[in-house]
């Protein structure tokens, strides 16, 4: 097949060829198979793609790609932008020879990429992060545990708080490991359970100017049902009260799309359900008559840049380990991730649920596995068995540096 007329226009009229000094974001691909090079620098205006230019050293199938994908994208809105794929580029120029077929692809991989590092500004590279494991299910004989979770994220000179376990036992551990409370600039709730939301009164009452960060989802109603029993176990009525009246204030930040909380650490918003075998759990309701399945829009995880790689924090996990790791990869634009520390939900997980999560985990190259909370013992073992000295069990006092 010879190059469409549309190819030959516009390799000989490229649009858009150049580059943006001041981009917010800049994607660079290269493929080994043609020796191509392609630089894409984008700017952004009120999320949408203002500008778009580009630098090509390859051949005119790849050229006339990145003009036609500049066309394609320019003006429209990143989320729509993130959209574009490579046989949309190749439709746009009318096919491409079947040998060339991969250029067109490098087009819209590098717009993507160009997309991701918009997004996911970087934090200070030389800065370690220190994740601080102020609640947990098991502690020890110097600090209280309980079935929740709380972090305690410090980097540079930032601290965020993730998750403030189900009472006020969060002061008193952060108090014996010389936290100090007051200095959280931001509070991430990962969903609306109480084992994750209870300690937010206590904790605001020590820092009043933190901004809270949670999914809207997170104040409905809740429950659980377990050996025939139904209980409430969403966020409680002072807690939602305090939250309502704080966002009256500007004081809370509803993640109803993925979010930065602190310069280079973000929230991912509701986590989309790709995974066959991460379905919502038949233990969970949004109504008192267990009719309707809690499917989590609510739940959301932490991630941010280490010196070492991509971290990734998680509250329960309710989406899904893998759905939320595959997320994380698109959301950042990276595909290692360097560590995954929190609960993970897999108490009741069947042995095929837990393989597949551990091939996720291969999948990213994940190096630091820090199962936590309601992760359960039969998953943990299991993890051990498959990642040995790179899996470790998490406790109320552990401070890992990443
Ligand atoms: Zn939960
Ligand atoms: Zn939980």
Redesign the pocket.
Known sequence: MEYTEKVIEHFSNPRNVGEIPDADGVGVIGSAECGDVLKVWIKVADEHLVDIKYRVFGCPAAIAACSVMTELAMGKHIDDAYKLTDARVAEALGGLPDNKYHCSNLAASVLHKAIANYFFKRPDRNSTITITILVDDSGSERFASEH??SFWVECADRAVLFDTGQSDIIVRNARLLGINLAEAESIVLSHG?Y??TGGLCAVLDIAPQATVYLHPAALKPKFGRKNNKTRAIGISDSTKEMIISRAKNGKVIWTQMPTEVATGLFVTSRIPRITDFEGASSSFFVDKDCHNTDTFPDDQAMFFDSPNGLVVLL??AHSGVANTLHYVARLSGEKRIYAVIG?MHLLNASAERIERTIEAFRQYDVQRIGPA??TGNNAIEKFERAFSEQCFTCSVGMRIDL
Do not use: P
Request: aromatic content about 0%.
């Open positions: 929740g979770l359970h084992d994750h509250g329960c609960g909370h309601c």
